[in-house]
């Protein structure tokens, strides 16, 4: 197995985070795993993105050059990311913020509401995890566990006081396509 | 002249100075040297050395000394010190090392605090190059790169680096001494001795800088370079304390 | 156990692991959370971390506490490293142990901010003015910032010389799972030649001046020697699928690990590809590099930069059979470019050589 993400949309959407939280899932579940922030000619263009990489065997190259699964968080993150993912790819839209149709027609594509149940919750900041879990409950890359368990790693300190609602909003995301466990 | 006249410190090791005859370096090294031992800290110094005329002052002084690359002294002695900040650590720099390519080491260091000694040595000119101008050149003064006397509006003023440092925080100690006669090279050693107790206290940067002599590049015999020198660099470059922390008495 | 770390923040733990407690460092991205990182954990661990004027000022200050004797650290980035070569020249010529990082970034001039790795020939041929060169550890993962750094300060000490890390900009953003040495250093290995005080000893100095060409001479002479020896004994590469291959790709660094992704695909589609990732950039591994292309019919450089490696590749296995790839000023070549140049010249060999499939 190698699983290929890219993690899209503004800065300060918790893009970056995310995807280190999966990584460090990974990591927890004894798998390879790469992170690596927007570099090259990507930085363009308001985005900002992370590129992951989980894997059963050692990670040669940890650029994602043709992702399997696309979360994106804005519009200019659809437009830049959707044509990339190769055929059959998983792509993960917040649709709370972005409403475009996909012309492709080979994509397993998911609307996750993900800022009207963050806010919910507690507050739109969330949407990262509530798309994370509904990636948890679709694929099952790494456990919602795992996952958990990396929250209470990496979370700062000054963090620490929302991690249920970190919690919650996970589960609220894989409620969208199953149980959560 | 002071050579001559007292026995060689145990600081100074016998190898002979390769200076020209009159060059105020063999004094000033002789004056640290002296205080060297008076503190009894020969053994827990480390000296280091900048590039200029000066730049063999790691085969004269007797305790360990490192050789530094032109200007950066102040950042070497740093580097020293920070590693060993219970040693006695001092640079020995020339007018053009200091205030010219090393200007921004030398305000850092005093800006830092940096609990340094820095030993000045202030000729109005680079020596060891054969006598180009220098950052303290005084305005009309010739030399091998302003032949025709240093025009201030086209190589603009001298800096006085005492008082440009004397502003900052970071000092403790800064001192302008000269040794164109026997009193005032005496009042250059007590400045040199309380700049080194300073740095013994630990209480911030120190520097003295030492109006020196340079008759082969000045053109001059020896005593009608200290009589220029008391003449031309004293009114330019003042003489006296800049800066001295509680603890340190102003000059009598 | 592992933990998550971005590069440029394992070679600053790293560093501490190895019993490095001086840094002396200027920012510039991309290797500034080295500084930050170091910022924090040094004062943690008992020592210093210093905010220097310019990497003037910084290189010598790592001068002046490497010749006091202690384990002492650096970085920067293209321009930073062009302000510190005096410096190294002098570090080289005192003989004097410490490391170097140098995070690539795209140049020449402010260049820009992306991975490159156009520091190649300032990093292997000294850089500075003088005749002389230093070790230049290329790590291709996080893991390798950690491993590398922790062997960068052995080699430092065993042969009294700076050392440089070469990694680029991506390496020192990406982040990994590392495994970081079980036993920190605590223990340095004596250094009876530092300058610490003379009490019980004669004095010790440091210095680069000789003015006497005779001895000048037998001080390079000195130099010259060992770094023969450092040539012959720490060469080091990783090989991939170099038996048998016709089409040896060589690369460092991050660029080598997406070479390795093309070799892989290019095998699988039977083409005989391998790689040869040099890990030491100087001494380079070209008897490594000589006998895995022994056999192949044609040899890839890929390289971030108009071509630079390159030179020591054809030193290594002559001028006939290589080609090049590479990108600029910060672009990051893909696994699919570097297939497609592999299949080019097995396209082109064929005719020649014959290509056998895999
Ligand atoms: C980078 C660099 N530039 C220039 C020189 C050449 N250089 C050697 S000594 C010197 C002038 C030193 O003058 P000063 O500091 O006034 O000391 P003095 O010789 O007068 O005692 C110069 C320019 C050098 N060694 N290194």
Known sequence: MTEKIIIAGFGGQGVLFTGQLLAYAGMMEGKHVSWIPSYGAEMRGGTAHCAVTIADEEISSPLVEEPGTVFVFNLPSLLKFAPRLKPGGMLLINSSLVKQEVKRNDLRIYSVPANQIAEKIKSAQLANLVMLGAYLKLTGVVSFHSVAASLEKTLPARRRHLLPYNRQALEEGMRLFGEPN | MANTLFVRPETLTPDPFHYCPGCGHGIIHRLVAEVIDELGVRETTIGVASVGCSVLAYKYFNFDMQQAAHGRAPAVATGIKRVLPDRVVFTYQGDGDLASIGLAEIVHAAARGEKITVIFVNNANYGMTGGQMAPTTLPGQKTTTSPAGRSVDQAGYPIRVSEMLATLDGPAYIARVSIHNPPQIFKAKKAIRKAFETQLRGTGFTLVEVLSSCPTNWGMKPAEAFSWLEKNMLPYFPLGEYKAASGVSQDD | ?358
């Not at chain 3, 790590?139 to 890390?165: G, H, N, S, W």
């Not at chain 3, 010259?224 to 720490?234: G, L, M, N, R």
């Open chain 3, 1 to 358: 156990m592992k933990i998550l770390m971005k590069g440029n923040e394992a070679i600053g733990e790293a560093a501490v692991l190895a019993g490095c407690r001086y840094f002396f460092g200027y920012p510039i991205t991309p290797q500034t959370e080295l500084l930050e990182y170091l910022s924090r954990r040094l004062p943690e661990a008992g020592g210093v971390f210093l905010q220097a004027e310019s990497e003037i000022a910084a290189i010598n200050m790592v001068y002046g506490a490497a010749g006091a004797g202690a384990r002492v650290m650096t970085s920067s980035s293209g321009p930073g490293l062009s302000l510190k070569q005096e410096g190294i020249s002098f570090l080289a010529a005192a003989e004097l142990p410490c490391v170097i990082v140098n995070v690539m970034r795209g140049g020449p001039g402010l260049g820009g901010i992306q991975p490159s790795q156009a520091d190649y020939f300032q990093a292997t041929r000294g850089g500075g003015h003088g005749d002389y060169r230093l070790p230049v550890l290329a790590p291709a993962c996080v893991q390798e910032m950690v491993d590398l750094t922790v062997r960068a300060f052995t080699l430092a000490d065993q042969y009294r010389t700076p050392v440089m890390i070469l990694a680029d900009g991506l390496l020192g953003q990406m982040m990994e799972p590392v495994e970081l040495p079980a036993a920190p250093v605590n223990e340095l290995p004596a250094k009876p030649w530092a300058t610490t005080g003379c009490k019980g000893r004669q004095k010790n100095i440091i210095n680069t001046l000789y003015l006497n060409p005779e001895e000048l001479e037998a001080v390079n002479q000195r130099l010259q020697e060992k770094f023969a020896a450092i040539t012959k004994k720490e060469a080091r590469a990783e090989e991939y699928l170099v038996e048998n291959a016709d089409i040896i790709v060589v690369a460092f660094g991050i660029v080598a690990r997406i070479a390795k992704e093309a070799v892989k695909v290019a095998h699988a589609q039977g083409i005989r590809a391998g790689l040869v990732r040099p890990v030491t950039l100087w001494p380079f591994p070209e008897k490594i590099l000589a006998a895995a292309a022994a056999r192949a019919k044609a040899v890839l450089t890929v390289e971030m930069n108009a071509g630079q490696m390159i030179e020591d590749v054809r030193l290594a296995v002559g001028n006939e059979r290589v080609h090049f790839y590479g990108r600029m000023g910060g672009m990051v070549p893909t696994s699919k470019a570097i297939l497609e140049q592999i299949r080019k010249i097995g396209g082109i060999v064929r005719g020649k050589y014959a290509v056998r499939p895999a």
